[in-house]
């Protein structure tokens, strides 16, 4: 892709604790760029959206955002660059009701959100609908709709997505990946883990398959379905 690299994780070791459950691993997503990363249970793929986020210490490696070391600094640190981060669970807050769980998302702006509201409703009419009703009250899709919601809602240049259509029908699933496809459209970088893999790798512009903490295949999406490896380890034939 010719769009410049906006996330570039380099050479990322680290765990928690004496084990390392990264190795070497490196990442790198350009403006506008769906990535994804696939891998068997265990494959640290979790681990790997942590440690781009800042939430898992690094032993080596560095990650930059937009050319900027950001390394060492926390996800609150992050956030405020740029970075938005959906994780797989606990990701609303079910007692406060969609707008309100979407006003929390805008915690550290201090301009006019009401333009982006208005986006996150354009993007996803149901929650418009349901603006004044629990988010715990709503189903397993709409709750996912409204964690993506909440991170759109800091303006993040970098949506980071663990496992986005974890425990949603099939039909959910698809409608939640055209989304995606919407957001990347408006220029934000999107990594997101996931488990659909062969779903996942048929909208993403790079596709990395994680085995063990380390890379064992990278490529677009559409070479990675296409090789016979990948296809017979990972995606069932």
């Given at each position: 892709?010719?769009?410049?690299?906006?996330?570039?994780?380099?050479?990322?070791?680290?765990?928690?604790?004496?084990?390392?459950?990264?190795?070497?691993?490196t990442?790198?997503?350009?403006?506008?760029?769906?990535?994804?990363?696939?891998?068997?249970?265990?494959?640290?793929?979790?681990?790997?959206?942590?440690?781009?986020?800042?939430?898992?210490?690094?032993?080596?490696?560095?990650?930059?955002?937009?050319?900027?070391?950001?390394?060492?600094?926390s996800?609150?640190?992050?956030?405020?660059?740029?970075?938005?981060?959906?994780?797989?669970?606990r990701?609303?807050?079910?007692?406060?009701?969609?707008?309100?769980?979407?006003?929390?998302?805008?915690?550290?702006?201090?301009?006019?959100?009401?333009?982006?509201?208005?986006?996150?409703?354009?993007?996803?009419?149901?929650?418009?609908?349901?603006?004044?009703?629990?988010?715990?009250?709503?189903?397993?899709?709409?709750?996912?709709?409204?964690?993506?919601?909440?991170?759109?809602?800091?303006?993040?240049?970098?949506?980071?997505?663990?496992?986005?259509?974890?425990?949603?029908?099939?039909i959910?699933?698809?409608?939640?990946?055209?989304?995606?496809?919407?957001?990347?459209?408006?220029?934000i970088?999107?990594?997101m883990?996931?488990?659909?893999?062969?779903?996942?790798?048929?909208?993403?512009?790079?596709?990395?398959?994680?085995?063990?903490?380390?890379?064992?295949?990278?490529?677009?999406?559409?070479?990675?379905?296409?090789d016979?490896?990948?296809?017979?380890?990972?995606?069932?034939?």
């Amino acid at each position: 892709m010719s769009a410049a690299t906006f996330l570039d994780a380099r050479g990322m070791t680290g765990g928690y604790g004496a084990a390392d459950i990264l190795h070497d691993l490196t990442m790198t997503v350009a403006q506008g760029e769906i990535a994804v990363i696939v891998g068997p249970n265990g494959a640290g793929k979790s681990t790997a959206m942590k440690a781009v986020f800042g939430m898992l210490p690094l032993r080596a490696g560095s990650v930059t955002l937009d050319g900027q070391d950001i390394t060492r600094l926390s996800p609150q640190e992050r956030v405020a660059r740029g970075m938005g981060f959906v994780p797989q669970v606990r990701n609303i807050f079910p007692s406060m009701t969609v707008q309100e769980n979407l006003e929390m998302g805008a915690f550290l702006r201090r301009d006019d959100i009401h333009a982006t509201m208005e986006q996150v409703y354009d993007l996803f009419p149901i929650l418009r609908d349901k603006r004044h009703q629990s988010a715990g009250e709503l189903s397993g899709g709409q709750r996912q709709q409204v964690a993506v919601g909440r991170a759109l809602m800091t303006k993040p240049r970098l949506l980071m997505l663990d496992e986005p259509t974890a425990g949603v029908s099939p039909i959910v699933m698809d409608e939640l990946f055209d989304r995606i496809i919407e957001v990347a459209r408006t220029g934000i970088s999107i990594l997101m883990v996931e488990q659909n893999a062969r779903q996942a790798l048929e909208i993403a512009d790079t596709g990395y398959v994680l085995v063990q903490g380390a890379n064992r295949y990278t490529d677009t999406g559409a070479a990675l379905l296409a090789d016979p490896e990948v296809r017979k380890s990972f995606l069932g034939g």
